[in-house]
T-cell receptor
Framework: DGGITQSPKYLFRKEGQNVTLSCEQNLNHDAMYWYRQDPGQGLRLIYYSQIVNDFQKGDIAEGYSVSREKKESFPLTVTSAQKNPTAFYLC??????????????FGPGTRLTVT | RKEVEQDPGPFNVPEGATVAFNCTYSNSASQSFFWYRQDCRKEPKLLMSVYSSGNEDGRFTAQLNRASQYISLLIRDSKLSDSATYLCVVSPYNTDKLIFGTGTRLQVFP
């Protein structure tokens, strides 16, 4: 089955620790994205990548880092510098990059709780 | 002003009813438009793209009004399973980003 997987589904960490969220896709999509969603708010873009070994900051990149060493994988690290890391993190991918239509498909998400 | 605005609802409708949601966007150069559906504590799923001429998919009809900068979603013959949050999504021209609205919550009751 083709799709996007994120692991783990739930993640608990102590404040001050870095944590890496996994995102893998086997859809052969070029573009991948990371969003966070907070209660009552829309999705906010953290980072995105249109091609391997290249990525761009989104609207709320501070306190996060990413890598794109393989087409299939786009891990997100939430660092201790992120002031409010508790959120629902969603990874998405898209067939198109640099063109008009961007139907993005989402993984099931990771709920991160930092205490 | 938010880039994409939606009435948060909730819209409470009985089964079989017709319900419509509107969404306004601020960037007149926006080029791509979508409706996503999100169930509670789940990921958003693409419901339908919105084309300039309007488009229909079963009980769902999407319309785009460029002059007034809004898109709409009409759901006919509502089912209990339609209960979800509907996200309006816009892609500004010549960007590689999607802008998500905060969603409109629909609750269909028996």
């Amino acid at each position: 089955d083709g799709g996007i997987t994120q692991s783990p589904k739930y993640l608990f960490r102590k404040e001050g620790q870095n944590v890496t969220l996994s995102c893998e896709q086997n859809l052969n999509h070029d573009a991948m994205y990371w969003y966070r969603q907070d209660p009552g708010q829309g999705l906010r873009l953290i980072y995105y990548s249109q091609i391997v070994n290249d990525f761009q900051k989104g609207d709320i990149a501070e306190g996060y880092s990413v890598s794109r060493e393989k087409k299939e994988s786009f891990p997100l690290t939430v660092t201790s510098a992120q002031k409010n890391p508790t959120a629902f993190y969603l990874c998405a991918s898209s067939t198109a990059s640099g063109r008009a239509f961007y139907e993005q498909y989402f993984g099931p998400g990771t709920r991160l709780t930092v205490t | 002003r938010k880039e994409v605005e939606q009435d948060p609802g909730p819209f409470n409708v009985p089964e079989g009813a017709t319900v419509a949601f509107n969404c306004t966007y601020s960037n007149s150069a926006s080029q791509s438009f979508f409706w996503y559906r999100q169930d509670c504590r789940k990921e958003p799923k693409l419901l339908m793209s919105v084309y300039s001429s309007g488009n229909e998919d079963g009980r769902f009809t999407a319309q785009l009004n460029r002059a007034s900068q809004y898109i709409s979603l009409l759901i006919r013959d509502s089912k209990l399973s339609d209960s979800a949050t509907y996200l309006c999504v816009v892609s500004p021209y010549n960007t590689d980003k999607l802008i998500f609205g905060t969603g409109t919550r629909l609750q269909v009751f028996p």
